[in-house]
């Protein structure tokens, strides 16, 4: 009788399992689902304004160029902009005025107003949109516009299909170039006017798109920075990493040992990962300096320069004065995380 019980106490408890994976699981996901939420990138800061004015006739403009999704809080993660997303869909409030395909990308027919509802992991999101004749005055407001528009659109060629081996000083080149233009206002807004209370300081700020080119630069862009972070030498996300084999510091150098030579790749990627330093040279070279720090044993944390080679497993470092027998430790980016690598050691 105590082993029918026995069976009939497992025969529950996978009921209570079976029945918690098709009722809870689909709450868990619905809660999942309430976090994601949408970024709009028509105003400054790339705050959440969502509105925003269009040029009649304006080509090659797709609203998901302007708008990212992404979760918050501890389930964090950055869906990127929507124009290639997948599942997204677009709709206009009203097709005679602005048409929207598929794809996101607008077709300005007439002056007037009309809103884009964009779906995405099950959530909504409402943009409104006015088209008008002209915005050559707002354009005259920015500093060296047709530059602007040059170096996105610059970025936007050299980035091909992606960072090969084949393209990618070409890609670092025009990365800096738009880095250095696009660093301050961005070519697709502009600070209109600003007024003054007695009591508080408002600014009124319109929103623009007059720079399609920018839009699609914005897009290249976030994918080099996932480049940066996921195939970078410095990072750890992907495996490439430096990893340390041994660590010898004596005067005023330390050298590294590598377990394996430094790849072209891994050349390039510190470039990339500091590409607006003017330290860091667009062109083709097999040998780069990055920063790091070394501390002692009262916790002192000095800036210090490290330079890799391409092709070598030694990575050398100047430091102040080591004091013989000391004991430091290197620290900086990801891969000197103690958990990836040993990065103390004892001065000749």
């Not at 949408?38 to 403009?61: H, R």
């Not at 009591?199 to 009124?204: A, E, P």
Request: proline share 2%; with cysteine; glycine share 6%.
């Amino acid at each position: 009788m105590s082993y029918l019980k026995k069976r009939i106490a497992v025969f529950l408890c996978m009921v209570m399992a079976f029945t918690t994976v098709f009722f809870v699981t689909p709450q868990e996901q619905a809660l999942a689902a309430s976090k994601v939420q949408f970024s709009w990138s028509f105003g400054l800061y790339n705050s959440t304004v969502k509105e925003a004015q269009i040029e009649l006739g304006a080509e090659d403009l797709y609203i998901g160029d302007y708008i990212q999704a992404y979760t918050s809080g501890a389930t964090y993660k950055n869906y990127g902009y929507l124009s290639s997303a997948s599942g997204v869909t677009y709709k206009s409030s009203n097709k005679n005025i602005i048409a929207v395909d598929s794809k996101g990308k607008l077709t300005a027919k007439k002056t007037g107003t009309a809103t884009i509802t964009v779906k995405y992991k099950g959530q909504t999101g409402k943009c409104k949109l006015e088209v008008v004749n002209s915005l050559a005055a707002v354009r005259a407001k920015v500093e060296d516009f047709e530059n602007r528009v040059k170096v996105c659109k610059n970025l936007v060629s050299a980035y091909g299909t992606g960072i090969t081996n084949e393209n990618r000083y070409k890609v670092l080149k025009a990365y800096k170039n738009y880095l250095k233009v696009n660093y301050g206002p961005s070519p697709i807004y502009a600070d209109i006017s600003t007024s003054y209370n007695e009591t508080s300081i408002r600014i009124k700020t319109n929103y623009y798109i007059y720079n399609t080119a920018a839009g699609r630069a914005k897009v290249v862009n976030q994918a080099i920075n996932e480049y940066k972070e996921e195939r970078n030498p410095l990072s750890t996300q992907q495996g490439k990493h430096f990893k340390i084999k041994s660590i010898t510091g004596k005067g005023t150098s330390v050298t590294v040992t590598l377990k394996s030579k430094v790849t072209a790749e891994q050349i390039v990627g510190i470039q990339f990962y500091d590409a607006y330093s003017d330290e860091v040279s667009a062109k083709k070279t097999s040998t780069v300096k990055f920063p790091m720090y070394i501390v002692d044993k009262n916790n002192k944390r000095e800036q210090v320069t490290a330079t890799v080679k391409k092709g070598s497993n030694k990575i050398t470092i100047k430091t102040p004065k080591l004091k013989k027998g000391a004991a430091y430790q290197l620290t900086g980016d990801g891969w000197l995380d103690p958990k990836y690598n040993k990065c103390s050691f004892k001065a000749k």
